[in-house]
């Protein structure tokens, strides 16, 4: 299994925050799955294809059984990216564990929910539905059955919503729900608990170094996602108020040379700001200019 996953998946095999992440999607924020009522279970099913057995591996799985002792298999699945192929991957997925209980031994049957949590920035425009993912000839649509999948799109939430969140799934959200509405990430109040394991999957989702560096060095402490991201928010301060100096001096007829002489600063670094600045004259937005500079860092 990649790194990559084990980090999107570390945060959301805590109870609470698995259980947290229903109780907001599925019950609108009331707790009707308890994180004491949850337990781990097996990931992973076999199936075979062209005539060789192949395992597939799901991202959470767990069992929950409430007061009623009536059992559910609930599944998360993280996407970052549109996968047209997520109806058959889930059907895959629920078929498997459905299989797996005529053969356990066990006379109890449950049944399976799959959740899809899409945390891209574009509208989730993949099949969300058998019906949509295959052409179905008219006359046989009364003997196939449609199979549904539930997709979340956790850049979309509403403000309610993110609010919603008890666990420290709220900064993970608020982050997406933030990067689709404004150029520039306004940390949220609160302590975080599970800190590294939110690092982790910060990492994995947006790609940033930045989340990855100082991952594990927060081990056993509780912190608010401004502490984690000061030195981040000052660093961007720095380097926006020195690109707006530069815009200046630039306009004024000045070189790299002459720029990094007089702000001190390194001349390559300069010369990549400069250049950039450039592709903006005459109007040299600031904003517009900094935002570039950003993406060609990551």
């Avoid at 196939?144 to 997709?151: A, E, M, Q, R, T």
């Avoid at 007089?262 to 005459?282: G, T």
Wanted: net charge negative; charged share 30%; glycine share 6%.
């Amino acid at each position: 299994m990649g790194e990559k996953d084990l980090s999107e998946k570390y945060l959301e095999s805590y109870n609470d925050v698995f259980a947290d992440i229903l109780n907001v999607l599925l019950f609108d924020g009331k707790e009707q799955i308890k994180p004491s009522e949850l337990s781990k279970t097996i990931t992973e099913t076999q199936y075979k294809a062209d005539g060789k057995p192949h395992e597939q591996r799901r991202d959470i799985a767990k069992i929950w059984e409430n007061q009623k002792a009536e059992l559910v298999l609930i599944g998360l699945e993280n996407q970052t990216d549109v996968d047209k192929d997520m109806v058959f991957r889930v059907a895959g997925y629920d078929g498997a564990y459905y299989r797996a209980q005529l053969t356990d031994g066990k006379k109890e049957r449950y049944p399976i929910a799959t959740i899809v949590l899409y945390f891209g920035i574009d509208r989730w425009d993949g099949a969300t539905s058998l019906y949509e993912a295959v052409s179905i000839p008219e006359e046989m649509k009364a003997y196939i059955n449609d199979y549904k999948i539930h997709v979340f799109e956790i850049a979309y939430l509403t403000e309610e919503q993110v609010n919603s969140f008890q666990s420290d799934f709220r900064f993970v959200a608020d982050y997406f729900v933030q990067r689709r509405k404004n150029k520039d990430y306004v940390p949220s109040k609160g302590t975080i608990q599970h800190v590294d394991a939110l690092l982790q999957m910060m990492a994995a989702l947006t790609h940033d170094k930045y989340f990855e560096e100082i991952s594990g060095t927060w081990e056993g402490e509780k912190v608010g996602m401004g502490e984690l991201l000061l030195e981040r928010i000052e660093q961007r301060g720095k380097q926006k108020n020195l690109i707006s100096l530069i815009c200046k001096k630039i306009v004024k007829g000045k070189i790299p040379e002459i720029i990094a002489d007089e702000l001190e600063e390194e001349e390559a670094v300069i010369r990549e700001i400069y250049d950039i600045a450039l592709a903006f004259a005459p109007d040299y937005d600031c904003n517009a200019i900094y935002e570039a500079w950003k993406v060609k860092q990551e």
